[in-house]
């Protein structure tokens, strides 16, 4: 079925391959209950304040975006480098250049929203390749793929045993690294930061390792535009605090919270709510240890 859908994308107008990945997110939406139940409890304690009404429109767009990006993977699949870049626009890359022009590394960060696998091969051929870490996806055909659509540009993507270490020396060698930072995390890296006025327990592996290193910390968005076409957003650098404050790790990874939650507030459709952010955490009390995170 895949193949086929992948095939149709290949020829198929743009147009019609949104009305697909409409289609496709409409059937995730009908079929997995677990999910549409776990996001639609997610966005009403997020938005209080919206009706019944709002909040199950923003899951049902949830899930429309989540439909659209598969197949929007799958269309890309089928293109070149150059034929991609045509199709996405930049904003702030000024920022990107003027840390790179330094000749330092820069730690980036986004969440589970918009067209995030875009922003990892958009970025790898605009400027230049990431070491980043992920998990391995329980479907056999879209892992093989997203790892070609990944490394085909150059990223180097590394497995979670060892990461932290090999990410640190990454940096020190001037290789940039990316991180998402909306997930649950329950490990010696975890902290507990607010998101949606909500505690939430989140790495601060990128807090860490960018403040060890000595790195900037940028925030990247992938938003789609009319036409099929794509805006690469890079967001000023996060200001970092004192390494040497006893809770840094924490603030710094607040303030990396604080830019994401805008931009969902912004475009709540956007984000991925069928995801078990708020679980109660047992954090540790004490101090952060990214080396034994379970970073993804």
């Not at 990006?69 to 034929?83: C, I, K, N, S």
């Not at 995030?116 to 056999?140: G, K, S």
């Not at 890079?234 to 604080?258: F, G, K, M, N």
Request: charged residues 25%; proline residues 5%; hydrophobic residues 45%.
């Amino acid at each position: 079925m895949v193949m086929l859908i992948r095939g149709a994308v290949r020829v198929f107008p743009h147009r019609w391959v949104i009305r697909m990945g409409d289609t496709l997110g409409r059937l995730f939406h009908c079929f997995d209950r677990r999910r549409r139940v776990t996001a639609l409890a997610n966005v009403k304690a997020a938005f209080p304040m919206r009706s019944d009404v709002e909040c199950r429109a923003i899951v049902r767009g949830a899930f429309t975006n989540l439909g659209r990006h598969v197949l929007h993977l799958l269309r890309f699949d089928t293109m070149g480098v150059e034929q991609m870049m045509t199709l996405v626009e930049f904003e702030g890359e000024e920022r990107v250049e003027q840390s790179l022009a330094s000749g330092q590394a820069v730690m980036y960060f986004a969440g589970h929203f918009g067209f995030w696998e875009l922003q990892i091969m958009a970025h790898a051929a605009r400027f230049e390749p990431i070491l980043m870490v992920a998990r391995t996806l329980d479907n056999p055909f879209l892992e093989a793929m997203i790892e070609r659509l990944r490394t085909r540009v150059g990223t180097r993507v590394i497995s979670r045993k060892g990461a932290v270490r090999r990410l640190l020396r990454g940096l020190y060698e001037h290789q940039s690294v990316g991180l998402m930072i909306d997930q649950h995390i329950q490990d010696r890296s975890a902290v507990t930061v607010k998101f949606f006025n909500r505690p939430a327990s989140t790495t601060s592996t990128i807090a860490v390792l960018a403040m060890r290193a000595g790195v900037p910390i940028i925030p990247v968005f992938a938003l789609p535009l009319a036409g099929g076409r794509y805006r690469m957003i890079y967001e000023a650098p996060i200001e970092q605090p004192d390494p040497d404050h006893p809770d840094a790790a924490r603030v710094l990874t607040q303030r990396c919270t604080d830019v994401l939650e805008m931009y969902v507030r912004r475009y709540p459709e956007l984000w991925l709510w069928m995801h078990r952010r708020w679980r109660v955490a047992d954090v540790p009390d004490r101090s952060p240890d990214p080396e034994r995170s379970d970073i993804t």
